[in-house]
């Protein structure tokens, strides 16, 4: 599956992926090069967005500049769309949260509607984090801190390999959630019938 490397312009990474050569493209938004990318050594092959982080930015090296003005979409949901135009389907995302809540709410509205076409995953200091499919099996988690939370409702969710498992309960932001759990086995498995459902995973 055809794989890109995004970043986003919330609080800047702490680490970076440390294997750049498993992605087809390393892409940025304009203000993620502008306030951190820059200072690495992460060459981006494409800065996609308004172009308005960029005025009093010098980019030195070989990339090339994308401008998306339509201000109907946020920078995140035109670089997604840009990259899938080139085939992307599986997006590793770094930057979407932190500062500013309403950004950071903003790029989660846009994942909600296209998590069932592409392969988002999110990353930040403490946690992966992503939409998860009606049936969704995760390996490797033995031991780490798994939060559950409904966007707004999501109905008949099943969980096991969890300290705390659930049996076709209902979860909803105003009622019952699954905050801090743990994952007693290295695959954990969620099903659920309808609705959104946001995994965090702790690091």
Known sequence: ?????????????????????????????????????????IVPDFIIGDLDSLHSTPITRTIDVVHTPDQNKNDFEKALLFLADKGIKHFDIYGASGHASDHFLGNLSVAMRYYLKFELNFFDHYCRFFFAKNQSTIPQVKGKTISLMP?????????????????????????????RNEAIEDEIRIEFDKGHLLLFISN
């Open 1 to 41: 599956m055809a794989k890109a490397l995004l970043f986003v312009n919330g609080e800047p990474p702490t680490h970076f992926p440390s294997e750049l050569s498993q992605y087809h493209y390393i892409a940025c938004t304009d203000g993620a090069y502008h306030n951190y990318l820059i200072d690495t050594d």
């Open 151 to 179: 966007f707004c409702k999501v109905y008949n969710v099943t969980i096991s390999g969890f300290k705390y498992p659930l049996s076709n309960v209902n979860l909803q932001l105003d009622g019952l959630i699954s905050l």
